[in-house]
């Protein structure tokens, strides 16, 4: 397959493909998880609509995450691509379908982004105040920090992934110090309310609540393969590490909701009262050494942001260089970093977090900002699920499995939709009664904008998704041995 766009002059922009080994790739893709951070900020809106049992939440979630694994595993075999999401449905549901894939994930992904950057300037200032007496203004650390991570990703993907993984096996060693005293100081017999169905507040209501927010949990999982042209052996490697990630992610979330609701003796109003309840835990059990907890919730957040805006700014990248989103998204340095699209990924991530910032403490705009960019990643997953057998369908025949390529996506379907239809019910709880609305009318204008762009680019559904994580690299590979043989 050729590099460039076919009737094109222009040599199309290109990643550094093979930057990254498998190690690295497996290690970037447990650290885009970022387990610590994602727990800590994530439970007590949970446990406000489950209540002690939200455990089963995430279990829920967990079960839909295995199902849609499958579908983007799937998709990877055939199609690796740093689009990821957006190529996929595009290719299956043509160039509409995909612009309203990328308007919606970027809306989604950016909105995830901004409660990242709250989270990390809200929470070093916490740090600063607690253990070294400085009072600093969270915004302000904010832009200092996001602008430091922003040049070290436009340097390259693999210098960021270094410090990501750095940060991963820091929070991993706290969270697994914090589990075992837990455990070692607990008095009576073990608990496990946090999965116990009659220990649920609310009903199906409830885990609509915490629903959205518990998907964004999971987002690292898929991650790894907006990496895919960065990616040694992306068809093999990229499946490989989606499924690695989503087990650690499962047993961890699930082993923290079992340790945090039994330390603090399932007290369901207790919990949703406490803004971190993993720290409440760590004030129990670790003593002098709680800054261990704090800096845990540091390393981690760092981590999720490198991760998340290096796989998620190579989807707008991708995106625009498919021609679904404007083209200068597409431009790429010297090193082969999709810059713009990383600025603009940051940029109005950090402009968000400051604006609604401005009144609303960052902790809990990171509970806002994560429900609200649940919404339209969950659905994103849901029309993966039903692209994966049109696409395999069309494209590959001779490979198509009623099990792997219906049955899967199906069921990962049907588990998604009660609990966003709860979200979405009446009497739910301001701001998160309008997310639906917002996600509902981004959509909307997103269908306006790709019904135009596919009348003035005919052609998209000829040339968008050709351009794969390997073509080139497999052209290099060949043009020496045709050169032997010659």
Do not use: C
Request: a positive charge; zero cysteines; charged letters at 10%.
């Amino acid at each position: 397959m050729s590099a460039n766009r076919v009737g094109s002059a222009r040599p199309t922009p290109r990643l550094t493909q093979g930057a990254l080994s498998s190690s690295e790739v497996v290690a970037s893709s447990l650290a885009n998880v970022a387990p610590a951070m994602s727990f800590m900020f994530s439970f007590a809106v949970i446990a406000q609509g489950a209540g002690a049992a939200s455990g089963l939440t995430i279990a829920i979630v967990a079960i839909a995450i295995l199902f849609h694994a499958n579908s983007i595993a799937q998709f990877s075999v055939k199609m690796p691509s740093s689009g990821s999401y957006i190529t996929y449905i595009g290719t299956a549901f043509g160039p509409v379908a995909g612009v309203v894939t990328a308007v919606t994930a970027a809306f989604g992904y950016i909105a995830s982004g901004a409660g990242l950057m709250a989270i990390l300037g809200g929470w070093t200032a916490i740090i600063l105040a607690r253990f070294l007496h400085v009072h600093w203004s969270w915004q302000g650390i904010a832009i200092a920090l996001v602008g430091w991570l922003g040049v070290l990703m436009v340097r390259g993907v693999k210098i960021s992934t270094r410090w990501l993984v750095g940060g991963f096996f820091f929070e991993m060693a706290a969270i697994l110090l914090i589990a075992v005293l837990t455990v070692a100081h607990h008095q009576g017999p073990l608990t496990f309310a946090a999965f116990n169905p009659a220990d649920l507040k609310g009903g199906l209501a409830g885990i609509g609540l915490g629903f959205p927010l518990a998907i964004w949990m999971f987002t690292g999982v898929g991650n790894s393969m907006g990496l895919a042209e960065e990616t040694k052996h992306p068809r093999t490697l990229i499946p490989r590490s989606i499924y690695i990630s989503l087990g650690f992610a499962t047993v961890v979330y699930l082993g923290l909701s079992w340790i945090t609701t039994m330390a603090l003796h399932s007290d369901a109003s207790y919990i949703a009262r406490q803004p971190v309840p993993l720290i409440t835990v760590g004030a129990l059990v670790l003593g002098p050494l709680l800054i261990v907890a704090y800096l845990a919730g540091f390393t981690s957040t760092l981590a999720e942001i490198i991760g998340a805006t290096n796989g998620q700014a190579r989807m707008l990248f991708s995106a625009a260089r498919d021609g679904l989103l404007p083209a200068p998204l597409s431009h790429v340095t010297q090193r082969r970093a999709p810059s713009t699209a990383l600025i603009v990924y940051l940029g109005i991530g950090l402009a968000a977090t400051l604006v609604w910032g401005a009144t609303v403490p960052p902790i809990t705009l990171f509970g806002y900002l994560g429900s609200l960019a649940g919404i339209p990643i969950a659905l994103i997953y849901m029309a993966v699920n039903v692209a994966l057998p049109v696409y395999y369908r069309r494209r590959h025949p001779q490979d198509f499995r009623w099990t792997a390529h219906v049955l899967w996506p199906l069921l990962g379907t049907l588990v998604m939709i009660p609990p966003l239809l709860a979200m979405a019910a009446p009497g739910q709880q301001a701001p998160y009664a309008d997310f639906p609305l917002v996600v509902a009318g981004v959509m909307a204008l997103a269908a306006l904008y790709g019904w135009r762009i596919a009348r003035r680019r005919p052609d998209l559904a000829r040339t968008m998704g050709t351009i794969l994580a390997d073509d080139v690299r497999e052209q290099q590979d060949e043009e020496p041995r045709l050169r032997d043989m010659g």
